[in-house]
């Protein structure tokens, strides 16, 4: 008899027990009781909760079980990671092979299509069982009956609700007879079999039938074979057992034959077919799934610490919970579809570069962090460094105080978030910061022209406690080359880098303006001396702000030079496109976050300053005899902007550079040591990671151009 026979049979002595379903819960109650030892007895109560057995059944009909969280590059088919507490993606019945719903039913309910949630032949012959044993040894719990206790479980938010959805006592019994016939009502025998199959466990991590032919078998449950099948239902029993990557296969063999003759004892398998198949061995193909953002390191092409962001961006979106602890509870048991903004292309880009330049054993992070534009949508993430827990294999710390304390340095393995979206302090990021004055500047009514005298040194009205940079108490800071010297402009300052240009620029547009400026463009605060000199009571005073003297992160920095690329647009950065729900629901949460910030004109304005430092010249001034960085337009070959930035003694080396579709910031440091100097040597890995990654991005989209300023901000300023 085939599948869908037995199931119309079974439709059909259904609904003449349907008119006796009151009358079988109070039989079913009394036969209950007969399970249990007569020492049980005396405690048998029955709670006025159980009472209330309609709104129950109604949660446990509606209430999926916890599924895997996928997250997919922005292909949609690229699998970044999954996120969950038990590995579990919801399939219907439909998707499911008809020999592995056989198989199920024959190894653990053989009367499922006939009962209506209670057995009650099961029952007598467990009542017959037990009261031989003077114990329980078998309960006569039905397909249903199991359900009901998982669900129960699932949906348990207390150790207590967890302890009384499984203690064997006689009263949880009887509740889960009742609600078993009463979802019996609910639903048909189809979807009870269909939500059973994606709740029950498997053994090894396999929770619901695709974890379980995923794991084992490396397919999906519509490809499942009998013997697969056979195996599988086998497991349901006892699966620390009878698992046949974990134990000895000769017990997960017996067990699967014996779920084979139950096959044949219900006629979904002939008897010759079946003595071929149980002579078969078992074969696996086991699969690991990868699991928050651990990827395998042999796997790995960067993507764990772009995970990571997502999961912390996730943490901060009130959309998924009230608490960052609920929003990742939710994330990992959600059963959402994410389709994040990374672009593999992209990413194999830095990944390959950085890869070149500088091994994942080195003490020095190399990283970089691409923005797109007008969007805020993050497409790369790149260190060189694993992502990983397993740090068992680092190497000595390079602080002498944690070495001397034992403490490992955090390469290669790390889980740190190194190019931002965490909690990480980040790194100072040098001349980069000039761009913030730049803008206050032109926003205050400066033109690009705006020309100052620009000494070797020059002695500013900040006051500065001590140091190379002090003069009788006030700060006075010098030009890293005496090439820099003479009168410049925005163009040739911002070009060639001019620190005395720059220390005199923001003594005349005012640092709180300039430290309110890098707020604005997504900036915060992280040390105790960053927030202390940002606070608006003192930031007036805090002219060695443009030198980059606050910590920043990679991510900060390329959606910052991103907003002038936008022509003044800024975006909340965001590693999101698409969120779909277990229901396929399209969420709202994905939409970039975006407002103008700028001015079109002041933004324009500072590219065309920016386009100076990368060789690919202004479109209306002078650039001056050099620049930082002319290798960038050879190597880019389109149109780019950018400026570069060390920190005194080259403690950290930055690029951040952009062109009309992409901006990318790169950095070398040594997280572990800010003291720790990388060198001249390293200056220019920066450079050229940010540049290979514009590159792969500009080769392909059409070559587009900045658009140039107006003549009165190039010439005398917005309000002149």
Not at 30 to 45: E, H, I, K, S
Not at 386 to 403: C, I, T, Y
Not at 586 to 614: F, G, I, M, N, W
Request: hydrophobic share 35%; charged share 20%; aromatic share 8%.
């Amino acid at each position: 008899m085939t599948l869908q026979g037995i199931r119309q049979g079974a439709r059909g002595a259904a609904l003449g027990l349907r008119s006796l379903v009151r009358i079988g819960v109070i039989a079913g109650l009394l036969v209950a009781v007969m399970l249990f030892p007569l020492v049980a007895l005396g405690g048998l109560t029955v709670k006025s909760s159980v009472d209330n057995l309609e709104d129950v059944s109604e949660a446990l009909a509606m209430d999926p079980p916890p599924q895997t969280t996928y997250v997919y590059a922005n292909d949609g088919k690229t699998l970044l990671s999954m996120f969950y507490d038990e590995f579990r993606r919801y399939v219907p019945l439909s998707d499911i092979a008809p020999v592995m719903q056989q198989a199920i039913v024959s190894s653990e309910d053989s009367r499922f299509w006939d009962h209506n949630g209670v057995d009650l032949k099961g029952i007598v012959r467990a009542m017959t069982a037990n009261h031989s044993a003077g114990e329980v040894s078998q309960g006569a719990s039905t397909l249903t009956m199991q359900y009901v206790r998982g669900a129960l479980k699932q949906s348990a938010k207390t150790a207590e609700e967890v302890f009384a959805a499984t203690d064997r006592t006689s009263e949880r019994k009887i509740r889960e007879m009742r609600l078993a016939v009463q979802i019996e009502e609910e639903l048909s025998k189809e979807q009870i079999l269909e939500r059973y199959l994606n709740q029950v466990y498997f053994g090894h991590n396999a929770y619901g039938i695709y974890a379980a032919a995923y794991i084992y078998y490396s397919k999906s449950p519509r490809d499942l074979t009998l013997p697969e099948a056979a195996m599988l239902a086998g497991l349901v029993q006892a699966p620390s057992s009878y698992d046949p990557a974990a134990t000895d296969k000769k017990a997960a063999t017996d067990r699967r034959n014996y779920v084979i003759d139950q096959m044949v004892r219900l006629t979904y398998v002939p008897a010759a077919e079946a003595e071929v198949i149980k002579a078969e061995k078992i074969r696996l193909k086991l699969r690991n799934p990868v699991n928050s953002c651990m990827i395998p390191a042999k796997k790995d092409l960067g993507y764990g610490f772009f995970c990571d962001y997502v999961r912390h961006w996730w943490r901060g979106e009130k959309a998924f919970g009230a608490t960052p602890r609920e929003r990742e509870s939710n994330l990992r048991q959600g059963g959402y579809t994410v389709i994040t903004s990374l672009d593999p292309d992209t990413q194999k880009a830095a990944q390959l570069k950085i890869d070149a330049s500088e091994k994942k054993t080195s003490k020095f992070a190399i990283g970089v962090t691409s923005v797109e534009p007008g969007t805020g949508r993050v497409t790369a993430m790149a260190t060189n460094r694993l992502f990983s827990l397993d740090q068992s294999k680092n190497l000595d710390h390079s602080n002498p105080v944690a070495r001397a304390d034992g403490v490992k340095g955090n390469y290669p393995s790390t889980v740190n978030p190194l190019m931002g979206g965490g909690e990480l302090s980040g790194y100072q990021a040098g001349s980069t910061f000039k761009i913030f004055t730049m803008l206050a500047a032109l926003e205050s009514g400066m033109g690009l022209n705006h020309t100052i005298q620009s000494p070797g040194r020059v002695v500013t009205k900040y006051p500065v406690a001590s140091g190379p940079a002090s003069c009788g108490g006030l700060w006075c800071p010098s030009n890293a080359s005496g090439g820099m010297a003479g009168s410049r402009t925005m163009w040739s300052g911002f070009g060639m880098s001019v620190n005395t240009y720059f220390a005199q620029l923001i003594q005349q547009v005012g640092a709180d303006k300039a430290v309110k400026m890098a707020e604005r463009l997504g900036l915060r605060w992280r040390s105790s001396t960053d927030k202390y000199f940002a606070d608006p009571a003192r930031s007036s005073g805090w002219g060695s702000f443009t030198l980059g003297v606050a910590d920043t992160t990679p991510l900060e920095m390329a959606n910052a030079y991103a907003t002038l690329a936008a022509d003044g647009m800024y975006c909340k950065t965001t590693p999101i496109l698409k969120i779909i729900d277990s229901r396929g629901q399209e969420l709202d949460a994905a939409a970039p976050q975006c407002h103008r910030e700028l001015d079109k004109q002041v933004a324009r304005a500072a590219t065309d300053a920016a386009r100076c430092v990368t060789g690919y010249k202004s479109s209306r001034g002078s650039c001056g005899p050099w620049s930082t960085a002319p290798s960038v337009y050879p190597k880019v070959g389109s149109p780019v902007a950018g400026k570069t930035g060390t920190t005194d003694q080259t403690r950290a080396a930055w690029f951040v550079g952009f062109t009309p579709y992409l901006a990318a910031a790169s950095f070398i440091a040594d997280p572990d040591n800010p003291f720790n100097a990388v060198g001249d040597g390293n200056s220019m890995k920066p450079i050229d990671t940010a540049s290979a990654v514009l590159k792969q991005n500009a080769d392909e989209r059409p070559k587009k151009d900045f658009k140039p300023p107006g003549d009165k901000i190039s010439s005398r300023g917005l309000r002149q």
